[in-house]
């Protein structure tokens, strides 16, 4: 299978606009800080208001002289540019995700061309199988610090649990990384706060929040890391080579096949009810997301999995809306 790998990032369009007026009979010039946009006015104190420049001498243009009259000078008043609340946007663009009575759902947002992030939801779910994206990590983490590579088994244990979701390669996986012990030191470097490993063997029901899978997965794709650069192209790589049954998640937001993600479903044995997740980068418009959607409360596989592709493309469209 081709890998899914987002391509080569285009520039990004700012999505702040500089604004340049011109004002008739007076002189406006438009120049920026790092506070904001900046307008410096030519202003002649014996008046205490804009005023026009005196007769342009020919081939002199009246701006010009403006510019040059001994009785103005220019004063500088800076102007914060307004910010966006993509928290308050992600809570409108959310109010489409349909969820069942008694359902959950949590989703975080990062744009990292422009570095904002927004969130909605909160509380701690079970992971199921997204926790073995940190699994791997932790692994990788254990590995550059014993300065060793990947064993020929381990890596043919971590191709099957990203690739196939396998849960044997997971668990073997969880045992050689010292189960909970080991993933919540690495988690603690990589910087999550809300995540706590799961007890003995059970590896799927790690609690953790959208917050934290956004933050492991900043550790993934992004360059502030623990995680050196070959581990991240290693796991960003399994993560683009995801079994054909398992597209779905947030890829339902991406462009086409530019995405890389893992999954997560379990069906609660107490209650009947599907744990559904899904954590990842897609590329939506040359931009890139990464997304972390959690759910719970659903009474079907397919029923969570439409909430959390309808989360999915709610996080990225808070960004389209302003």
Same mark, same amino acid.
Do not use: C
């Given at each position: 299978?081709?890998?899914?790998?987002?391509?080569?990032?285009?520039?990004?369009?700012?999505? *702040?606009?500089?604004?340049?007026?011109?004002?008739?009979?007076?002189?406006?010039?438009?120049?920026?800080?790092?506070?904001?946009?900046?307008?410096?006015?030519?202003?002649? +104190?014996? *008046? %205490?208001?804009?005023?026009? $420049?005196?007769? &342009?001498?020919?081939?002199?243009?009246? $701006?010009?002289?403006?510019?040059?009259?001994?009785?103005?000078?220019?004063?500088?008043?800076?102007?914060?540019?307004?910010?966006?609340? *993509?928290?308050?946007?992600?809570?409108?663009?959310?109010? !489409?995700?349909?969820? @069942?009575?008694?359902?959950?759902?949590? #989703?975080?947002?990062?744009?990292?061309?422009?570095?904002?992030?927004?969130?909605? %939801?909160?509380?701690?779910?079970?992971?199921?199988?997204? #926790?073995?994206?940190?699994?791997?990590?932790?692994?990788?983490?254990?590995?550059?610090?014993?300065?060793? +590579?990947?064993?020929?088994? @381990?890596?043919?244990?971590?191709?099957?649990? /990203?690739?196939?979701?396998?849960? !044997?390669? =997971?668990?073997?996986?969880?045992? /050689?990384?010292?189960?909970?012990?080991?993933?919540?030191?690495?988690?603690?470097?990589?910087?999550?706060?809300?995540?706590?490993?799961?007890?003995? =063997?059970?590896?799927?029901?790690?609690?953790?929040?959208?917050?934290?899978?956004?933050?492991?997965?900043?550790?993934?794709?992004?360059?502030?890391?623990?995680?050196?650069? =070959?581990?991240?192209?290693?796991?960003? %790589?399994?993560?683009?080579?995801? &079994?054909?049954?398992? +597209?779905?998640?947030?890829?339902?937001?991406?462009?086409?096949?530019?995405?890389?993600?893992?999954?997560?479903?379990?069906?609660?044995?107490?209650? %009947?009810?599907?744990? /559904?997740?899904?954590?990842? *980068?897609?590329?939506?418009?040359?931009?890139?997301?990464?997304?972390?959607?959690?759910?719970?409360?659903?009474?079907?596989?397919?029923?969570?999995?439409?909430?959390?592709?309808?989360?999915?493309?709610?996080?990225?469209?808070?960004?389209? $809306?302003?």
């Amino acid at each position: 299978m081709a890998p899914h790998r987002a391509r080569r990032r285009r520039t990004r369009r700012s999505g *702040r606009r500089t604004l340049v007026y011109t004002v008739v009979a007076s002189a406006v010039l438009v120049g920026g800080t790092a506070a904001g946009a900046v307008y410096v006015k030519a202003q002649a +104190h014996d *008046r %205490g208001s804009l005023v026009s $420049s005196p007769s &342009a001498s020919p081939g002199t243009s009246s $701006s010009a002289s403006a510019a040059s009259s001994p009785s103005q000078e220019a004063s500088v008043e800076p102007v914060t540019e307004p910010t966006v609340d *993509r928290d308050a946007l992600l809570a409108k663009t959310m109010k !489409a995700v349909a969820l @069942e009575n008694g359902a959950a759902v949590s #989703v975080a947002v990062f744009d990292l061309d422009s570095g904002e992030g927004a969130a909605y %939801g909160e509380g701690a779910f079970d992971t199921a199988s997204i #926790v073995k994206v940190d699994i791997l990590a932790t692994l990788l983490l254990q590995a550059q610090d014993a300065d060793r +590579h990947l064993t020929a088994a @381990e890596k043919t244990y971590a191709t099957a649990m /990203i690739t196939n979701s396998d849960n !044997a390669s =997971a668990s073997a996986l969880w045992d /050689i990384i010292g189960q909970a012990d080991g993933l919540d030191t690495a988690n603690k470097r990589f910087g999550l706060t809300g995540t706590s490993g799961g007890d003995g =063997a059970l590896w799927g029901l790690t609690q953790t929040t959208a917050a934290d899978q956004l933050t492991l997965l900043r550790q993934v794709f992004g360059d502030d890391s623990e995680l050196s650069e =070959a581990s991240r192209t290693y796991l960003q %790589g399994l993560m683009g080579e995801i &079994a054909a049954d398992q +597209h779905w998640g947030v890829s339902a937001a991406a462009d086409g096949t530019q995405w890389a993600l893992k999954n997560g479903w379990l069906a609660r044995s107490s209650t %009947g009810l599907w744990d /559904i997740n899904s954590i990842g *980068r897609v590329t939506v418009d040359g931009d890139e997301y990464l997304v972390a959607t959690l759910s719970n409360g659903n009474t079907t596989k397919a029923k969570g999995i439409s909430v959390v592709e309808a989360a999915a493309k709610a996080a990225v469209a808070a960004f389209g $809306s302003a």
